[in-house]
């Protein structure tokens, strides 16, 4: 297939131009579909927590999203929360990751 002659085509330069924007659209499309991944980042609210459990029992649904987002590939990840005291009271630090179970 040849493609359009565009010398002296009226639109040439607006031609030129929409093709090159398209090259860059789809090469930059790709460049983030390769490098960028989604993650589910959850906050647990307890210092002494072992592990990240959705409990199916209280919200089924959430439950539901949070699996069927995983197997979609988004990245799952819970971390605790240790509140402060004393003259960190109402203060929230990171007190580390739980493993994530999803069944």
Do not use: Q
């Amino acid at each position: 297939m040849r493609r359009p002659a565009l010398r002296g085509h009226p639109a040439r330069r607006l031609l030129l131009a929409l093709a090159l924007a398209l090259a860059l659209a789809l090469a930059l499309a790709l460049a983030l579909a390769l490098a960028l991944a989604l993650a589910l980042a959850l906050a647990l609210a307890r210092h002494d927590a072992t592990l990240f459990r959705p409990n199916a029992e209280a919200c089924a649904s959430f439950a539901r999203y949070v699996r069927d987002a995983k197997a979609a590939g988004v990245i799952v990840m819970a971390r605790r929360v240790r509140w402060g005291e004393g003259e960190d009271l109402g203060k929230a630090f990171d007190a580390g990751a739980v493993p994530v179970r999803l069944e």
